[in-house]
């Protein structure tokens, strides 16, 4: 091969080389404006109409939920919330029990050992009972 030639063929080794040691990108989700929009107006409801009345843990607890939840739906341990918010998980689960009671969330599904993760569907505003 000729020095040039030999200098292109080198380059592209290189390139192929470079593109197969990236790491493959997963395809991200499409922007879906109603769906964002809807998820400001809870979180700004919640914020406008509900946070005053709620203990810090509460707020630190309906928030992270609020954070992990797809399609109305979290999926999460209360070992992981606990994590995240800086609280033991005794008290993420007395938090979920008074958010329950508020009617701000409904647990769907009991998680644990050999059960999976909890799930829990959350609302914005306090249900008046």
Request: aromatic share 4%; with cysteine; glycine share 6%.
């Amino acid at each position: 091969m000729t020095e040039p030639r030999r200098l292109r063929h080198v380059e592209r080794v290189r390139a192929a080389v470079d593109d197969a040691a990236k790491p493959e990108r997963k395809p991200t989700t499409p922007h879906n404006p109603k769906r964002d929009a809807s998820r400001w107006h809870e979180l700004n409801q919640f914020i406008d109409c509900t946070m005053r009345e709620l203990k810090p843990r509460q707020v630190a607890v309906w928030l992270t939920l609020f954070r992990d939840c797809r399609k109305g739906v979290a999926t999460t341990s209360q070992t992981d919330i606990a994590r995240r918010c800086g609280l033991r998980r005794p008290t993420v689960s007395g938090a979920i029990g008074e958010l329950e009671a508020l009617g701000l969330v409904t647990t769907l599904h009991q998680g644990g050992l050999n059960r999976g993760m909890s799930r829990y569907r959350i609302q914005s505003l306090i249900q008046r009972r």
